[in-house]
């Protein structure tokens, strides 16, 4: 393997590892939210026409898991490797800022897909949600991974100790996600706090993943591509230049 790839390899080993915690606890997370509003909203919340309750929360309970757990990846590996002492290792290699993003967000972006793969097909036991539009789950997918992968750098690059992690993790990334039309459609939120929803990229991951589902969906999927492509580009550049310069690695 050249560097990059052992890189990544050491990344995606990593979670494979201690899969209970990284794999099978999101899956199962991800399946009580699943039992408990499914069941107890089913009769009485009807959002897409004909489309069950329980079917509408699959695809956003998977691309939350999917989000969630493209963002641990990456932010806890290099905070992890930050108090450890070890991080600065890597600089002593030849990798470039790229051969250190492309590994640390393409592991992420693994975890993140086995993951939300996990809780569809879980999730399938349930309900079985159509998938009208292949093309469009797949790219959502793969913005929203590489979207956190390429924050979780950023978290995890800024991040001196655990606890700066968990408040980053907690006051962000957490209520951003559920506040993303997983559980409703924002057409059922008063007309302020639709408007405050079109101003989380989260919202547009999740009703552009749900789209690819049910052809259906709160906004323009193409809209939800400009602005989670737009949010990936800059995002990424951000973690790129943070490499680039070692920052807070080199202390």
């Not at 499914?38 to 999917?66: C, I, R």
């Not at 059922?188 to 989380?200: D, K, R």
Request: charged letters at 5%.
């Amino acid at each position: 393997m050249t560097g990059w790839q052992m890189l990544f390899y050491k990344e995606v080993l990593r979670f494979v590892r201690v899969a209970a915690q990284t794999i099978t606890g999101p899956i199962l997370t991800a399946m009580l939210y699943l039992l408990i509003f499914g069941q107890a909203l089913e009769l009485h919340v009807k959002v897409y026409g004909d489309v069950s309750y329980t079917a509408f929360l699959v695809p956003g309970l998977a691309m939350m898991s999917l989000l969630q757990n493209a963002f641990a990846n990456s932010s806890s590996s290099l905070i992890a490797s930050k108090v450890m002492g070890n991080l600065v290792f890597l600089l002593l290699t030849p990798l470039s800022a790229w051969h250190w993003f492309v590994a640390y967000v393409g592991a992420a972006i693994v975890r993140g897909l086995v993951v939300g793969l996990g809780v569809l097909l879980v999730s399938l036991i349930f309900a079985v949600p159509p998938l009208a539009q292949p093309v469009w789950v797949l790219t959502f997918a793969m913005l929203g991974a590489t979207l956190m992968g390429a924050l979780g750098v950023v978290a995890g690059l800024w991040s001196e100790k655990f606890d700066q992690m968990a408040a980053f993790q907690n006051f962000i990334v957490m209520p951003m996600t559920f506040l993303s039309g997983v559980f409703y459609s924002i057409h059922s939120l008063p007309a302020f706090w639709q408007t405050v929803s079109h101003f989380n990229p989260f919202f547009y991951m999740i009703d552009g993943f749900r789209y690819g589902f049910f052809a259906i969906s709160d906004v323009s999927p193409w809209l939800s591509l400009a602005v989670v492509g737009s949010a990936t580009l800059v995002v990424s550049a951000c973690a790129l230049h943070l490499l680039r310069i070692g920052y807070k690695i080199r202390s």
